[in-house]
């Protein structure tokens, strides 16, 4: 069964850090597909929120909230006075880097956030009523409460036993086990899903697709941790949005889906490909060399001659894949945007939108809120 505009009620969405990557490209789809809806952003703003990421998307029918999901009495007006219905949980520390440097953000953030969200429905929407039968709060986890797999091993299902091991899974899988929790113990209506490496336009480029693009343009290293041999399954991030749709239109509340894009890839395979494409668009067009100096191609050298193996990330995952038959034969989703598609609209759109990356490198993107601090 496909959940179409049809079966789906209008809602009231609090979208939780949709100033970030996939929050931001969720909401911009969910306005399009759904042109009755209401969606409240709350987004701390932190390092990795940008209030360009929603240009284009704030008005009648959405408005960003700058806010911490921590401050419960705040989640729980916004709750209240909207008449919200649905939560829709981006808002995490996401980066598994930073989690190594720096635990207790990640804890604080995804942990104890989401507790203090849930608090904020369970008030709400049970102990006050306000709750319509339609009340959902979707929890968005990622593949890597999993583990690690090796090489040959079957992908994580939804019956795979948790086992995190970075201090970024760690936190994601606590809070999964929250939400259950919520549900279990509280009858809270919730869904989560546990989707995979996703790429795609406003992906903060300390990533590494986005990392990959820009340090080509810019002639600057392409670090690969370790010989590279690590594999992701990599999903457009506009096909994540959809699978979260389909689970909040037609999940089962207490439920899991995996979300995924039958797309594995070694890193060093997808670092190389990356430098092809933009081997392929310089050679085809002579003006990307005159904007960009400074990459390799704009001297005719392969953009490959940038990559450099660095000392790999600790406790590196070796794999993660997705079995998604699940989310697939119970809820009719299949991704729409083959890899093909999607990496070369992800190029395209860092090239169309030089500005938005400029500002992020420069730190300047965070000038507008540094000043009204
Ligand atoms: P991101 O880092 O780009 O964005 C996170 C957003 O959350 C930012 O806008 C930030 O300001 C906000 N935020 C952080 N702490 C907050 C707080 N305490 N209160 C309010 N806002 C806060 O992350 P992303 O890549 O868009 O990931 C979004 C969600 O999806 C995360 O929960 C992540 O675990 C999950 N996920 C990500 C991927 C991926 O490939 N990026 C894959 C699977 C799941
Ligand atoms: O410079 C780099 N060099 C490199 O080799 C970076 C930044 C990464 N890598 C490797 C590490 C990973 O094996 O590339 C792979 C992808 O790295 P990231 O882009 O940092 O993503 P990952 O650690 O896989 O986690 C991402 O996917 C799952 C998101 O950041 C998480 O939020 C999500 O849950």
């Known amino acids: 069964m496909t959940a179409t505009r049809r079966d789906i009620p ?4 609090l979208v939780t850090g949709a100033a970030g990557f996939i929050g931001a490209n969720f909401v911009r789809w969910w306005l399009q597909e759904h042109p009755d809806d209401h969606v409240v952003v709350v987004d701390a703003l932190t390092y990795a929120g940008n209030r360009a990421n929603l240009d284009g998307l704030l008005g009648t029918r959405c408005r960003l909230e700058v806010a911490d999901i921590n401050d419960t009495g705040r989640m729980a007006s916004l709750l209240r006075d909207d008449a919200l ?12 880097d930073r989690s190594i440097e720096g635990p207790d953000a990640f804890v604080q953030a995804n ?12 008030t709400v929407w049970l102990l006050e009523g306000a709750a319509p039968d339609t009340h959902r709060f979707h929890h968005v986890s990622t593949d890597e409460v999993f583990g690690s797999l090796g090489a040959d091993d079957p992908a994580f299902s939804e019956r795979t036993p948790y086992a995190p091991n970075s201090p970024y899974s760690a ?17 809270l209506s919730v869904t989560t899903s546990n989707c995979s490496n996703n790429y795609g336009p406003y992906h903060f480029p300390e990533k590494l697709v986005p990392l990959v693009i820009l340090n080509v343009l810019r002639g600057l290293a392409l670090p690969v941790y370790g010989d590279g041999r690590n ?22 509340p207490g439920e899991t889906y995996n979300i995924g894009g039958c797309n594995e890839w070694a890193n060093i395979d997808i670092v190389q490909l990356i430098c092809r494409l933009l081997d392929r668009r310089f050679a085809a067009d002579p003006a990307l060399g005159e904007h960009y100096p400074d990459a390799p191609a704009a001297a005719g050298r392969p953009s490959t001659s940038l990559i450099e193996h660095v000392t790999d990330r600790a406790g590196h995952d ?6 998604a038959t699940r989310i697939r034969t119970e809820l009719g989703f299949e991704p729409a945007v083959t890899f093909e598609v999607g990496i070369e609209r992800t190029i395209d759109w860092y090239l169309d939108n030089r500005n938005w990356w400029e500002t992020v490198l420069d730190g300047s993107y965070r000038d507008t809120d540094r000043a009204a601090a």
């Open 85 to 96: 219905d649905t939560v829709v949980h981006f808002a995490a520390e996401s980066h598994v």
């Open 171 to 187: 936190s994601k899988a606590a809070s999964d086990h929250l939400v259950r929790a919520w549900h279990h113990t509280y009858g």
């Open 111 to 122: 942990v104890l956030g989401t507790m203090s969200l849930l608090k904020a429905a369970r």
């Open 231 to 252: 594999v992701r399954d990599w999903l457009y991030v506009e096909d994540h949005a959809r699978g979260i749709a389909c689970v909040i239109g037609g999940g089962t």
């Open 10 to 13: 209008t809602r009231r969405l």
């Open 318 to 323: 070796f794999r993660y894949a997705i079995d």
